[in-house]
């Protein structure tokens, strides 16, 4: 009786020992970099896409919003940053720009819309170096969190109707405060879904991936589609 008593709590052990092994191994260092690299992979198979970002820093707000579809050849890039201080009149500054078969449009201040002289976004562009695996300035900078993040495993979460897990990456060699960030990747198609940097008090949300996104033209802009439309 006492022999299979022991035999019986080697066994048990040893399964212990493997189970905690085994657990050790994913949450251990690779795991984190590992989950990263599906997120590039899945990245590189976006075609379309929305993110809404928010951010305060002391009298400082500012909110911005891109809606990139590279099927349409769209760029839509809005941004409201307030500023208020005691000193000073409160700032308060609003740009919108659509980029729309290779020309660009600027909102001005009465409302209306005129084509800008300058050219800065293009959709198909974006996409042809998100498909390369290049960082971009709208997405998460996952390329650099894979080469330079100490990456951590976090908790389930819901954002905009899709369950994700929280990463924390911690930026080797970023600046101060801003090395940080709370990553929340889809369980089922690994994408980011949400960037939180607690130093800037800032949130990014992404949604409506490869999508046909409704985005209204301008005026100018749809005359100027029908124009190189009839000349074909």
Same mark, same amino acid.
């Given at each position: 009786?006492?022999?299979?008593?022991?035999?019986?709590?080697?066994?048990r052990?040893?399964?212990?020992?493997?189970i905690?092994?085994?657990?050790?191994?994913?949450?251990?260092t690779?795991?984190?970099?590992?989950?990263?690299?599906?997120?590039?992979?899945?990245?590189?198979?976006?075609?379309?896409?929305?993110?809404?970002? $928010?951010?305060?820093?002391? /009298?400082?707000?500012?909110? +911005?919003?891109?809606e &990139?579809?590279? !099927?349409?050849?769209?760029?839509?890039?809005?941004?409201?940053?307030v500023? $208020?201080?005691?000193?000073? /009149?409160?700032?308060?500054f +609003?740009?919108?720009? &659509?980029t729309? !078969?290779?020309?660009q449009?600027?909102?001005?201040n009465?409302?209306?819309? $005129?084509?800008?002289?300058?050219?800065?976004a293009?959709?198909?562009?974006?996409?042809n170096?998100?498909?390369?695996?290049?960082?971009?300035?709208?997405?998460?900078?996952?390329? $650099?969190?894979?080469?330079?993040?100490?990456?951590?495993?976090?908790?389930?979460?819901?954002?905009?109707?899709?369950?994700?897990?929280e990463?924390?990456?911690?930026?080797?060699?970023?600046?101060?405060?801003?090395?940080?960030?709370?990553?929340?990747?889809?369980?089922?198609?690994?994408?980011?879904?949400?960037?939180?940097?607690?130093?800037?008090?800032?949130?990014?949300?992404?949604s409506?991936?490869n999508?046909?996104?409704?985005?209204?033209l301008?005026?100018?802009?749809?005359?100027?589609?029908?124009?190189?439309?009839g000349?074909?």
């Amino acid at each position: 009786m006492g022999g299979r008593y022991w035999v019986w709590v080697v066994a048990r052990l040893l399964v212990a020992v493997a189970i905690v092994a085994w657990a050790a191994s994913y949450m251990g260092t690779g795991s984190g970099e590992k989950e990263f690299q599906k997120t590039l992979d899945a990245m590189k198979q976006v075609r379309s896409f929305r993110v809404a970002y $928010t951010a305060t820093q002391g /009298a400082n707000h500012q909110e +911005l919003l891109w809606e &990139i579809d590279c !099927n349409q050849d769209l760029w839509h890039h809005q941004s409201h940053y307030v500023q $208020t201080t005691s000193e000073n /009149a409160p700032t308060d500054f +609003l740009q919108d720009e &659509i980029t729309a !078969n290779g020309k660009q449009y600027e909102r001005m201040n009465g409302g209306s819309w $005129t084509q800008s002289k300058y050219y800065t976004a293009n959709a198909k562009a974006f996409c042809n170096n998100l498909s390369q695996g290049n960082d971009t300035n709208v997405l998460p900078p996952i390329a $650099t969190m894979i080469k330079r993040g100490i990456i951590q495993k976090g908790d389930k979460r819901t954002v905009n109707g899709v369950r994700c897990r929280e990463w924390l990456v911690t930026m080797k060699g970023g600046m101060s405060g801003l090395e940080h960030d709370k990553v929340c990747l889809g369980l089922e198609d690994h994408l980011p879904y949400e960037v939180t940097v607690d130093y800037m008090q800032s949130r990014a949300s992404f949604s409506d991936y490869n999508t046909h996104l409704q985005i209204d033209l301008p005026e100018v802009a749809l005359q100027n589609t029908s124009a190189t439309a009839g000349s074909n």
